[in-house]
T-cell receptor, first 110, second 114 residues
């Protein structure tokens, strides 16, 4: 059974700082997704990572995938308040199912 | 706006009530999903439909009954729920029920069972 662990679950950081959210998964996965959720809102797709070594960047966020280490990271550069949200990673196994992590609640303080 | 619309946004129901959640997608996708999001728990996949056929029932109690009349609409019928069923119920759709397809989520229905 595929299990996904994110850490940290809570992250409070100051504007302008850098930080990384980690997503570990327990068994072989060929795809990894990152989502963002604002309070009371839907999950918004951020990145889809489909191969070992994949790196994608959008603004201040960069996601990477290491399938050998079963690890994906979401790196935040020079955080701004607008990035405050909950970030989820989800890994796909050998079928269509996605297994989600518990989410990381990110708060960016002025 | 993701192209996946859920109604109602909020629902309060008693344990003896019967209600339904509705999901509609305008993306031309063939697969639709129901997820449950409880506090402090990961998203749990409940049901998966592909071209109106149910392909997954993830050990969900029978008090939750899905219906998919066509590939654009998905319902979740609720009856005799328990307070622990209170959660955010999210609908999602994807192009296919296959590998590597991205899921798009609706805004969810916040359900409170009293």
């Amino acid at each position: 059974e595929l299990k996904v662990e994110q850490n940290p679950l809570f992250l409070s950081m100051q504007e302008g700082k850098n930080y990384t959210i980690y997503c570990n998964y327990s068994t072989t996965s060929d795809r990894l997704y990152w989502y963002r959720q604002d309070p009371g809102k839907s999950l918004e797709s951020l990145f889809v990572l489909l191969s070992n070594g994949a790196v994608k960047q959008e603004g201040r966020l960069m996601a990477s995938l290491d399938t050998k280490a079963r690890l994906s990271t979401l790196h935040i550069t020079a955080a701004v308040h607008d990035l405050s949200a909950t970030y989820f990673c989800a890994a796909g196994g050998s079928n269509y199912k996605l297994t989600f992590g518990k989410g990381t609640l990110l708060t960016v303080n002025p | 706006e993701t192209g996946v619309t859920q109604t109602p946004r909020h629902l309060v129901m008693g344990m003896t009530n019967k209600k339904s959640l509705k999901c509609e997608q305008h993306l031309g996708h063939n697969a639709m999903y129901w997820y449950k999001q409880s506090a402090k728990k990961p998203l749990e996949l409940m049901f998966v439909y592909s071209l109106e056929e149910r392909v997954e029932n993830n050990s969900v109690p029978s008090r939750f009954s899905p219906e998919c009349p066509n590939s654009s609409h998905l319902f979740l019928h609720l009856h005799t729920l328990q307070p622990e069923d209170s959660a955010l119920y999210l609908c999602a759709s994807s192009r296919q029920v296959t590998l590597n397809t991205e899921a798009f989520f609706g805004q969810g229905t916040r359900l409170t069972v009293v």
